[in-house]
């Protein structure tokens, strides 16, 4: 069955530096989202992307955070300068359609700024 | 305040039990999505709901959604400690599939 996958699973990074999450979407889907999650609280939105460019993103997704599909199969998610803050798991989902379609969700990378 | 609110926070129930996990919207919805997350892991779909009035079941696990599509709720019949998890619902308001969650709701079954 088509999953969609995160790498790496855990990333332990110091603050200011930049880091780049890594996710391949399932193959035939062109709908991908990034969400967040501060360990203890709950899923938030951050970004959807598609057709190379950014749909939607929300007030969490401010200019330290940027979005790629350099490929035809990965999609990332680069924060330039890690704040303590940024410390989180961080989810990536794909969807066939821009509507009524479940979402993939990835099984996570867990970002530690030290 | 919350646009979507879990209730319980948490439960526990004897395995066996039934229970119940509702999820309510500050607003009209086009469509609600219920998730289930195991501690530390990803999401797994469970059910999409999207006309008002709604109901889906699938195993032991039926969903239903309000005619004001602004309320759902999860019902679990006859609990098993496979069951349990961190129960999301999502929202999706802009029919656009970007999704706005809960804060979860934590279930323990005990054996």
């Known amino acids: 069955e088509p999953e969609v996958t995160q790498t790496p699973s855990h990333q332990v990074t110091q603050m200011g530096q930049e880091v780049i999450l890594r996710c391949v979407p399932i193959s035939n889907h062109l709908y991908f989202y990034w969400y967040r999650q501060i360990l203890g609280q709950k899923v938030e939105f951050l970004v959807s992307f598609y057709n190379n460019e950014i749909s939607e993103k929300s007030e969490i997704f401010d200019d330290q955070f940027s979005v790629e599909r350099p490929d035809g199969s990965n999609f990332t998610l680069k924060i330039r300068s890690t704040k303590l803050e940024d410390s989180a798991m961080y989810f990536c989902?794909?969807?066939?359609?821009?509507?009524?379609?479940?979402?993939?969700f990835g099984p996570g990378t867990r970002l530690t700024v030290l | 305040s919350q646009e979507l609110e879990q209730s319980p926070q948490s439960l526990i129930v004897q395995e066996g039990k039934n229970l119940t996990i509702n999820c309510t919207s500050s607003k009209t919805l086009y469509g609600l999505y219920w998730y289930k997350q195991k501690y530390g892991e990803g999401l797994i779909f469970l059910m999409m709901l999207q006309k008002g009035g709604e109901e889906k079941s699938h195993e032991k696990i039926t969903a239903k959604l309000d005619e004001k599509k602004q309320q759902s709720s999860l019902h679990i019949t006859a609990s098993q400690p496979s069951h349990a998890g961190i129960y999301l619902c999502g929202a999706d308001y802009n029919n656009n599939n970007d999704m706005r969650f809960g804060a979860g709701t934590r279930l323990t079954v005990k054996p």
């Open positions: 989902a794909s969807t066939r359609a821009i509507r009524n379609n479940e979402q993939f």
